[in-house]
Nanobody, 121 residues
Framework: QIQLVESGGGLVQPGGSLRLSCTASGSPDSGFIFNNSPMKWYRQAPGKEREQVAHISTTGSFINYLDSVKGRFIISRDNAKNTVYLQMNNLKPEDTAIYYC?????????WGQGTQVTVSS
């Protein structure tokens, strides 16, 4: 069993910044090793489908972003802490959503509980 716990969401004005964190853990018999797992951030706005925001490879050498967040968001990871981050800068109202951490392991998706990000003046 894999557990993903997100934090760092909140209410911010347009142009502001937030840093999301997601810490991953696995039960002793799961075989989960964070260092071997590509990680993703998704978001879901009200009335819209969930969309992938960013992806980072196991070492951080390969990263990609949703077009609308390129140049504003930065995904990173600390394998010593089993944690992936999403630095969000120059936030816009359209970034308002619940943000989820995701990992694909043993042929299924695992999701965190989500953290709400609201961008509003």
């Amino acid at each position: 069993q894999i557990q993903l716990v997100e934090s760092g969401g909140g209410l911010v004005q347009p142009g502001g910044s937030l840093r999301l964190s997601c810490t991953a853990s696995g039960s002793p018999d799961s075989g989960f090793i964070f260092n071997n797992s590509p990680m993703k951030w998704y978001r879901q706005a009200p009335g819209k489908e969930r969309e992938q925001v960013a992806h980072i490879s196991t070492t951080g050498s390969f990263i990609n972003y949703l077009d609308s967040v390129k140049g504003r968001f930065i995904i990173s990871r600390d394998n010593a802490k089993n944690t992936v981050y999403l630095q969000m800068n120059n936030l816009k109202p359209e970034d308002t959503a619940i943000y989820y951490c995701n990992v694909w392991f043993t042929r299924r998706d695992y999701w965190g509980q989500g953290t709400q990000v609201t961008v509003s003046s």
